[in-house]
């Protein structure tokens, strides 16, 4: 398993870890099966969306910023990050891209990216292959 | 891996792959293992939920439609889908099935779905199975 | 693949449930791999998230339930449960986690949590382990 470490700048972003993974791939030596890509945190998500206007992150997370209110008086949780951890809820911290003929198998206008929502941070992404 | 395609007919459908998946898996010999279900789009996504009443699709679309408006002044992404991206990523592009005595091991109510987001388009859906 | 058995008490509730996957995949024997946690079931999902404070599941639930309203006129189907069958979309009934050193790999402050959307009630959860 190969461990990523990122940077992160904001308190909300989404950053392209598709060529990284790819690395992960090229290195893993598997030629047919799965690529797992998994955040080990609780405040951050990975997900698969447009890899050409950056638009389209803006957007998605501006859906998630309304859909998730960043202040709410019923929240609990002391740290005031509840609706980071209720994003990573609904994106997900956990992926799977196939992989075909050695590499990542993705759409065409596919890209790989990690989702902070409580930056900005140092996080890690674990890449795991499994095939043969 | 099999290369499933599929022609969608409205903006917003939730289309029934469990029959077209389960001959992939019966297809690929897998006796025990997982089943990958990936799109390989970025206004779509794949689901499992109840397979009886259709109703239910209705119901979990009308949510998803209240959820992630389709028009937003915010929207800079200039197409006019980006409500289709935004619930790519919280329906998620990507499901994992266990496989089981050569069959996909399904709860009885369950059934996998397209989730179409931007339709009507084609489509396609890959599907892997890997295991022994 | 086993088959855990669980008993929720609340309408909406998330479980706690990693101690029963690790020991699902201790008896396994496999040292490198993946290890799916499934919920054959429609009106439930699985999650990760912290595993610390309990008022980030209340907050994740309480986002939930504002995201998706538990009564809606335009709801169809008439169990009167369109709203769980949503929030499993929107969760999702699979997950899958790293297994390294014959052990789950999870951050330090992640749980595996079984959410109830639609309890109370008797359900299982499914967890299947693959790798050498």
Redesign the interface.
């Known amino acids: 398993?190969e461990r990523i470490e990122l940077r992160t700048h904001q308190r909300a972003e989404m950053l392209d870890i598709t060529a990284a993974v790819a690395r992960a791939v090229a290195r893993s030596g598997v030629r047919?099966?799965?690529c797992?890509v998994?955040?080990?945190?609780?405040t951050a998500g990975v997900?698969?969306?447009?890899n050409t206007?950056p638009?389209?992150r803006?957007?998605?997370l501006?859906?998630?910023e309304?859909?998730?209110?960043l202040l709410?008086p019923?929240?609990?949780?002391?740290?005031g990050n509840?609706?980071a951890?209720?994003k990573?809820?609904?994106?997900?911290?956990?992926?799977?891209?196939?992989v075909?003929e050695a590499r990542l198998?993705?759409?065409?206008?596919?890209g790989i990216y990690f989702c902070e929502f409580d930056g900005p941070r140092h996080r890690?992404v674990?890449v795991?292959v499994?095939?043969s």
Chains 1, 2, 3 share one sequence.
Request: net charge negative.
């Open positions: 398993m047919t099966g799965i797992q998994f955040v080990p945190h609780t997900t698969i969306n447009e206007d638009a389209v803006q957007d998605v501006h859906v998630l309304s859909a998730v209110p709410d019923a929240y609990q949780h002391a740290e509840s609706a951890h209720a990573s809820t609904l994106v997900g911290c956990s992926h799977i891209v196939p075909e198998a993705l759409g065409t206008w596919q890690e674990w795991q499994i095939g």
